[in-house]
């Protein structure tokens, strides 16, 4: 009786694994779109320009730097680091990675001749 509780708990077992790859594989799988980067949440765009400006702190290029933020699309890179900067500050984002973005801003405004 106990190897039968056995046998059934291990067929239930891989007939779920099994209907679960036939649906996820066969029936519905995932579609996958081809979205560009100013489609994403302002949190998310506010942590790539915080990566942006940690890269800056290494290189010390804007013109690097302005590069990586022209995946956003048609906004200037400033604009993009003030919009994220803004947003930072709005979320009580770390003094140290404050401290970043605004180097990273001032930077770019000087690149661009931005006042």
């Not at 790859?21 to 320009?49: E, Q």
């Amino acid at each position: 009786m106990k190897i039968n509780r056995w046998l059934f708990i291990f067929l239930a077992f891989v007939i779920g694994i099994g209907a679960g790859l036939a649906y996820g594989w066969i029936i519905d799988p995932v579609d996958f779109f081809d979205l560009t980067p100013d489609t994403l949440r302002a949190d998310f765009k506010t942590d790539y320009v915080l990566m942006v400006a940690e890269a800056y702190h290494s290189h010390r290029d804007p013109g690097i730097s302005a590069r990586q933020l022209a995946i956003f699309g048609s906004q200037s890179p400033t604009s993009i680091a003030s919009q994220a900067l803004a947003y930072a500050r709005a979320n009580q984002f770390a003094e140290a990675d404050l401290v970043l973005i605004q180097a990273l801003v001032t930077a770019l405004q000087a690149w661009s001749g931005i006042p």
